[in-house]
């Protein structure tokens, strides 16, 4: 059963940055499609990145493309969400997930099966 792990959140002010990161518990996070969602108060699930597992193919949301960064390391069985320019609007609880068949986490968010207990991201004004 693959784990996954998230930190890296907190309180930054807008325009300030913040990296957050996705830590898997084997040595198999290879073999799985890792994406970011994000969920505000109130407002439904978002899939805002995702990366692929040997590839490295990369999706972005019209959201935050040009201002998030999502990149991995395989050997450290980590990936990571380098998030630049925050907005107010960026202010919501941040989880990383993992499917070996999904891809778009904008249209695929139920084919990802593992799921990390999300971290707090708080964009002040």
């Known amino acids: 059963q693959l784990q996954l792990v998230e930190s890296g959140g907190g309180l930054v002010q807008s325009g300030g940055s913040l990296r957050l990161s996705c830590a898997g518990s084997?040595?198999?996070?290879?073999?799985?499609?890792v994406a970011w969602f994000r969920q505000a108060p109130g407002k439904e699930r978002e899939g805002i990145s995702c990366i692929g597992g040997s590839n490295g193919k990369t999706y972005y949301a019209d959201s935050v493309k040009g201002r998030f960064t999502i990149s991995r390391d395989n050997h450290k069985n980590t990936v990571w969400l380098q998030m630049n320019s925050l907005k107010t609007e960026d202010t919501a609880v941040y989880y990383c997930?993992?499917?070996?068949?999904?891809?778009?986490?904008?249209?695929?968010?139920?084919?990802?099966?593992?799921w990390g207990q999300g971290t707090q991201v708080t964009v002040s004004s």
């Open positions: 997930a993992a499917s070996k068949v999904a891809w778009n986490p904008a249209s695929q968010d139920k084919l990802y099966d593992y």
């Open positions: 084997r040595n198999t996070l290879d073999y799985y499609a």
